[in-house]
């Protein structure tokens, strides 16, 4: 379950809002993304989210220990946080930008 996000442009997009919070995030994103938030909403463990595949669920190092991703595409992730089988921080995040 998510428990919170760290953006206000990932919460809107996951409450359907639009708005100029959401523009920032391309709309052949959106789409994507909505699915993996509900994913991860839906999540019980870590391990719900290794499939499909595709998700490639990662812990990250460095700046963003201590947190994890799953890809929306090949340039989007959604980045959180994970404890006691809840999301929190959760934010979408273009890694090429």
């Known amino acids: 379950m998510i428990e919170s996000f760290a953006d206000g442009a990932t919460e809107a997009l996951f409450h359907g809002r639009g708005g100029s919070r959401v523009r920032r995030i391309p709309e052949e994103v959106r789409q994507r993304a909505v ?3 509900d994913m991860l909403n839906a999540a019980e463990s870590l391990e719900d989210l290794r499939s499909p595949p595709g998700n490639r669920l990662e812990r990250l190092r460095g700046d963003l220990s201590g947190l994890y ?7 989007w992730r959604i980045v959180f946080g994970w404890e006691s089988g809840s999301a929190f921080a959760v934010r979408i995040v273009d890694y090429h930008g």
Request: proline residues 0%; glycine residues 0%.
């Open 69 to 75: 991703s799953i890809r929306v595409n090949d340039q």
């Open 35 to 37: 699915r993996r938030l």
